[in-house]
């Protein structure tokens, strides 16, 4: 299951040495809903790989400034501190698992 990531527990999340995917959305977004089986599949099958967590933009403000978010979903794609891919929008499995094998290479 993919983690719950907020303003508090980012920097521990994040410290975990793995590359991230970071899924951030609503409850209130229908695009965020269709893909949330998705990243939740992703995250058991990248499990030990890849950290993949979801945060909420309307309860964590700074993670949402920080990563300039102004739309949702975003997922981002983190490599080393560094932002390194972003997807916004709904999209199919199969362009997140491109992006997070090319997170891995």
């Keep these: 299951m993919e983690?719950?990531?907020?303003?508090?527990?980012f920097e521990a999340w994040a410290a975990e040495?793995?590359?991230?995917?970071?899924?951030?959305s609503a409850t209130w977004c229908g695009p965020c809903k269709k893909i949330a089986p998705i990243i939740e599949e992703l995250a058991g099958?990248?499990?030990g790989k890849v950290n993949i967590g979801k945060?909420?933009?309307d309860e964590n403000d700074?993670?949402?400034?920080?990563?300039g978010?102004?739309?949702?979903?975003?997922?981002?794609f983190i490599k080393n501190g560094?932002?390194?891919?972003?997807?916004?929008?709904?999209?199919?499995?199969s362009v997140f698992v491109e992006k997070i094998e090319a997170l891995l290479a």
């Design 3 to 9: 983690k719950i990531v907020t303003d508090q527990n």
């Design 17 to 24: 040495g793995l590359p991230l995917v970071l899924d951030f």
């Design 45 to 47: 099958e990248y499990a």
């Design 55 to 57: 945060c909420d933009v």
């Design 62 to 67: 700074d993670l949402t400034s920080k990563y």
């Design 69 to 76: 978010i102004r739309n949702v979903p975003t997922v981002l």
């Design 82 to 93: 560094e932002v390194v891919d972003k997807h916004v929008g709904a999209a199919t499995k």
